[in-house]
C-alpha cells in the first residue's frame, strides 16, 4: 500500500522560496503521476501542479506557472515542488497525491488539461507553507 509524506513546508518571506518535497513508500512513484494541491483556510482545495510518468506532462494552476516548478530526481521516490516568488495567496496546507490505477503513461489522464479532473486515490497528510514578513 502506498504511503506519501510531504516535507518541506515552513515560513517564507514574501518573494522567497521553499522546495517541497513528497517522498513515497510502498510503491516506485516515477511510474505514477503525481499531483501537488493546497488548501488555505476557507477556500477549496486547489490543483496547484501535476507531473506525469517520465516527465511526458507537466500542468500548473495558472497563479503559480514561472514561479512554482515540478520535478523529479531520477529517484523512484520523491518528487519535487519547487516554490518561487512566494506571494501572499500561497500559504495553505500542499498535499502530494498520486493514484495506481494510472500508471505509466496512462498517467497523462491525470495530468490532462482538466487538471485536475479526476480524482487522486492516495494522499498525504500534508505540509503547511506560510508566507509572512
Known amino acids: 500500500q502506498v504511503q506519501l509524506v510531504e516535507s518541506g513546508g515552513g515560513v517564507a518571506r514574501p518573494g522567497g522560496s521553499l522546495t517541497l518535497s513528497c517522498t513515497a513508500s510502498g510503491v516506485a512513484l516515477d511510474e505514477y503521476a503525481v499531483g501537488w494541491f493546497r488548501r488555505a483556510p476557507g477556500k477549496e482545495r486547489e490543483g496547484v501542479s501535476c507531473i506525469s510518468y517520465q516527465n511526458s506532462r507537466t500542468k500548473y494552476v495558472d497563479s503559480v506557472k514561472g514561479r512554482f516548478t515540478i520535478s523529479r530526481d531520477g529517484s523512484k521516490t520523491t518528487v519535487y515542488l519547487q516554490m518561487n516568488n512566494l506571494q501572499p495567496e500561497d500559504p495553505a496546507v500542499y498535499y502530494c497525491?498520486?493514484?495506481?490505477?494510472?500508471?505509466?503513461?496512462?498517467?497523462?489522464?491525470?495530468?490532462?488539461?482538466?487538471?485536475?479532473?479526476?480524482?487522486?486515490?492516495?494522499w498525504g497528510p500534508g505540509t503547511q507553507v506560510t508566507v509572512s514578513s
Open positions: 497525491a498520486t493514484d495506481l490505477s494510472y500508471p505509466h503513461h496512462y498517467s497523462d489522464y491525470l495530468c490532462g488539461d482538466d487538471f485536475p479532473g479526476l480524482d487522486f486515490g492516495s
